[in-house]
């Protein structure tokens, strides 16, 4: 069984920086795409950045310059980096893994995280 967890949220100023991490424990074997998503209070869930199993990296226009993606494969971990956090960054972020093979499941699945709300408030 392939679970994700999510952690680094919380209650940050504007301006401020915080990390994002989601780690995938079970028989995971590969993981092709990893990414992070955020839906904010009466809005749909939309893409904020992603990044392939060869390191390269797509973000939302809104963040760019901002935050920073980037995966451990050893750890199956990815993370957010955000600085320069601003009142409209507040959301529920979750992470995404495409493609996921377990030793039992050579299929790649996709797989989500339960979800981390973030908060940048003074």
């Known amino acids: 069984q392939v679970q994700l967890v999510e952690s680094g949220g919380g209650l940050v100023q504007p301006g401020g920086s915080l990390r994002l991490s989601c780690a995938a424990s079970?028989?995971?074997?590969?993981?092709?795409?990893m990414g992070w998503y955020r839906q904010a209070a009466g809005m749909q869930r939309d893409l904020v950045a992603n990044?392939?199993?060869?390191?390269?990296?797509n973000y939302a226009d809104s963040v760019k310059g901002r935050f920073t993606i980037s995966r451990d494969n050893a750890k199956n971990t990815v993370y957010l980096q955000m600085n320069s956090l601003k009142p409209e960054d507040t959301a529920v972020y979750y992470c995404?893994?495409?493609?996921?093979?377990?030793?039992?499941?050579?299929?790649?699945?996709?797989?989500w995280g339960n979800g981390i709300l973030v908060t940048v408030s003074s």
């Open positions: 995404k893994y495409e493609g996921l093979k377990t030793t039992y499941v050579k299929k790649g699945v996709n797989y």
């Open positions: 079970g028989s995971i074997f590969s993981i092709n795409g």
């Open positions: 990044i392939n199993i060869g390191g390269s990296a």
